[in-house]
């Protein structure tokens, strides 16, 4: 048959292969997997991931956190921090797909008192990771007292959970292994001691995205 031009081709093999090679990469464990669907943003290669075993999925907007709940993600994260009337329709999406396990970012005390808020006002509670930098200087807090007392009041603020820190190394692009591998190692060494001592204060984190 003829194809309109321009059109969407997919190669479901060559997915399928790709998603072999990320199950590879963590050993076979799906659990150390959470897929970022700004690459693709199709139902159909969220649901080709679910059927290798990947529960957890990570989205840059709320559109694709709504498309990948109804492609029947149970565990999805919005990479971004809820502004302004996003709040409302992170809270509106939850309430369509309650079985679903929502969770954002947060960078800024006073933009979590604004999620809270609303979040609280709801009856509901929004799961939050503390959005760290660690050297692309895009978003993120820097790992320091700031970022300390984030952490504290998410654990002491109704209407929102802490879920744990969000670490995104985007600004690491080398082409070489070698100099890939230092400038991460880098990277994780910013964020080591802050892990170490939110222990040290009594601050346990759950979950670590990155």
Known sequence: GELASPALL????RVQANIGHMLAAVEGDPTRLRPHVKTHKLGEVVRLQLDAGISCFKCATIAEVEMTAAAGAPDVLLAYQPVGPNIARMEAVMALFPGVKFSALVDDLANLKRIAAHFAAAGKTLPLFVDI??????????????ALDLCRALQNTPGVAFAGLHIY??????????DRGRHFD??????EPFYARLGAEGIDVPLIVG
């Open 169 to 178: 190394d985007g600004h690491i692009h080398d082409l070489d292994p070698g």
């Open 133 to 146: 930098d660690c050297g692309m200087s895009r978003t993120g807090i820097a790992p320091g007292d700031a």
């Open 10 to 13: 997919l190669w479901p093999d």
């Open 186 to 191: 880098e990277a994780q060494h910013v964020v």
